[in-house]
Every structure is written in C-alpha cells, then in structure tokens.
C-alpha cells in the first residue's frame, strides 16, 4: 500500500470524519475544491463529495471504499492538500505523487471533549443554492451579482428559491424515470424565478432533459419571461398566456406547480393534476374566497363571527378539504410551511404524490372513490357543493 492510501485509510473513517477540503490545484481544471462530508441517507452512511465549479455545485455520494479511492485519484491528478477535520484531530495530507506523502497531525485537547460527527442534512446551512457561486439565472434576474453575491434586497429571494428546491428535491423518488424528458407545468408563474429555479434545477444540477411550460395572463411578463428563456439557451423552457382552466397538455405531465394562484384557480390546478395523473403537485394557495361566506358551524361562532378570524379559517377550511379531496382521490398530501410565517401569513404549501393503484384505471377508480371523509367534512363546515368536488366529480 502507498504512503497516500495508507492515510486516507488511517484518518478517513465513518465514525471520526467530521469534513474534509481538497484545494491546491495542480491542473487548470474547472474544479476549484472538493468538500467531503458524511451523510445519512436512505441506503446508510455516505460520503458526500461536492465538487464546486466556478458557477456550480456538483454533489456525489460514495462508500468509502469508493471515497478513498476518488480521494487517492485526486491528489494524484488535480490537487496538492488535503485538510481534514475529525473528531479527535486536524490533519494535513500534502501529496505530489502516491508515494510522497507529508502528513501533519494536531490532536484535539482531550478536555474539549472532541468533535460531533454530524450526519444530519442540515438544510439551513446547507443550501442547494450557495452563496458565493453564481448562478446563470440568478444574476439574469437580479438576485445575484456576477460574482455570485446575493443582492441584500434579494436575500428573502434567495431564500424562497432554496426552499423551493428542497421541496422539489424531496419529490424526486415519484417522478418517472423513463427515456422521455419530465414534464412540468407551472400554472401561473409570474416573472418565474421557481421556474427558472426549476429548469437550471434538473438540467444542470441533476443532468435530466426537461420540458417546461410556464402559464401567467399577462402578456409582457410573459414576453420577458421566453426573452430571459432564450438569453439563457434554456432550450426546454417556453412561457404562453393562458388560464388554467382553458389550458390541456397533449400527453403526460409529470409534475404541477402553482404559486399563489388565487381563489378557485388552485383548485383548477388539483383537477388538473388528477385528470393528468401527475406523479407530484406543488401549490402555495392565496385568497381563499369561495367558502368565506359559506363557512357555519355554531361551535365556532366565536371564530366565525370576528373578520379576521374568519378569513384565516377559512384559509386552514379550504386547504384542509383540498388535502381531503385529493387524498380520496390517490395522492399522498403533506401541507407544510413554505418559508417563515413571519414573512406572510399565506404560504403555506400543498405537496401531494400520487399513489399507484392496481389497474390504474383512472375512470374506475375514481368512481369508486370513498368520499365519506370529505362528506363529513362538508357537513361540519356547511360547505354544500364546493367548486372542487363539483369539477373532480367530472374529470
């Protein structure tokens, strides 16, 4: 074994690596450094290698046999020093070849009592967008400068999209995997930043072919939004003017995004997600005005009867019986903060995937949907016949 192998064998292990950074570059290669770190996933302990370009950030999870062999390649071909950090001491690997290896060790005091391996995908420290790194559509939008800075004023931009992304990211595993490209949907998209998120998201970052349709009513968004499009060379990306309750897409649709659509508009986007089977819906729902005024229930009065309590339970009414709906309908459905509710009271995100069913007649099943739940519901809240059920009920 060389003098290389044989201390990444001693110093990177499972139970004592806490982080480790590859730097020096011996090439003009587009990698700057590699940081590894371990992490728990669904199929155990990995080492998580990213790989940061000058504009991107490219993630790779390996064994550790596989790590130490990534490791050993690299020190020979593009980097002079590796800096580790693990539970019990900070080391220093400096290698120019296999068997010239210098190895300098500072041991931890025992009474700080050593580090924590920390295992946990800490997702607020460990953005999918990092600061520092530009990215192509961030700095065409204004978010970042073009050194990668976040622009103070966008910071809650940045932010927002991070979220997004995770909650992309997390409905990764019900999206198909198939020759074809994934097709997206995002009903009314605004100046599209999340589409745009969207796009770089699966293309550059996953390396999967793409097709995105971006809906809004107004026209010169719309015309800025296919304009940014093609100055970034998104190939997959189109914007059109449309409502969703007019639009059809000829064939399938993977995945349905709709931000703030208002009232009964978010409704039209979970008919639409059933009636194309989409594997996965996101929403973050505004305006809920169709059961304001239909809302009764005598034990809630002291609610109901004051404005403002009223509009924010119809709020939690609404998004509850959204969730009933497309739970009886085949989806799983999660309703989960989108960003802090310290920034708006409204945003709060459905996320629903669908569930497989034997035959997978769509028309059968849902003739035999239990609308029992949804029922009773209704019968709480005095709903009658919402617009939701009346337009699922015909798909």
Not at 127 to 132: T, V
Not at 270 to 278: D, E, N, R
């Amino acid at each position: 074994m060389n003098k290389l192998r044989a201390a990444l064998e001693e110093w990177i292990r499972e139970e004592a690596l806490v982080k480790g950074t590859l730097s020096g570059k011996k090439t003009s290669s587009e990698v700057v450094k590699v940081i590894v770190k371990l992490v728990k996933i669904k199929a155990g302990i990995k080492f998580q290698f990213e790989y940061h370009e000058k504009n991107k950030v490219v993630h790779k999870n390996l064994d550790r046999p596989e790590a130490l062999e990534e490791i050993e390649l690299l020190m020979q071909t593009r980097f002079k020093q590796l800096d580790l950090k693990t539970a019990r001491a900070d080391v220093k690997l400096f290698s120019n070849s296999a068997d010239n290896c210098r190895v300098l060790v500072k041991k931890l005091d025992d009474r700080e009592g050593g580090r924590v391996v920390d295992l946990s995908h800490n997702r607020q420290k460990n953005y999918i967008l990092e600061e520092g790194i530009p990215v192509g559509y961030l700095v065409h939008l204004g978010v970042q400068t073009p050194e990668g800075k976040v622009v103070k004023s966008r910071y809650d931009k940045f932010r927002q999209i991070n979220r997004f992304l995770e909650y992309v990211e997390d409905i990764l595993k019900v999206l198909p995997k198939s020759d074809r490209p994934l097709r997206i949907v995002d009903f009314g998209c605004g100046k599209a930043y999340l589409t745009f998120a969207m796009y770089d998201f699966f293309t550059r970052r996953l390396g999967l072919e793409v097709s995105i349709i971006g809906l809004d009513l107004k026209a010169d968004v719309v015309a800025f939004c296919n304009k940014t499009a093609q100055a970034l060379g998104y190939e997959g990306l189109r914007f059109e003017v449309g409502d969703i309750r007019d639009h059809d897409e000829q064939g399938a649709v993977d995945l349905v995004v709709t931000l703030h659509a208002c009232d009964t508009a978010t409704d039209e986007a979970i008919v639409k997600s059933i009636g194309w089977k989409a594997a996965a819906l996101l929403s973050v729902p505004c305006c809920q005005h169709e059961l304001h005024d239909r809302l009764h229930n005598e034990s809630l009065d002291p609610i109901l009867r004051h404005g403002i309590l009223r509009e924010r339970m119809t709020g939690i009414v609404t998004d509850a019986y959204r969730a009933i709906v497309m739970e009886t309908l085949g989806y799983d459905v999660q309703i989960l903060e989108f960003i802090d509710m310290t920034h708006t009271p409204k945003n709060l995100l459905l996320r629903a995937t669908r569930r497989g069913h034997e035959g997978d007649e769509d028309r059968e099943w849902l003739s035999m949907a239990d609308w029992r739940e949804a029922d009773a519901f209704e019968r709480t809240f005095g709903l009658g016949k919402t617009y939701l059920r009346t337009r699922c009920e015909s798909v």
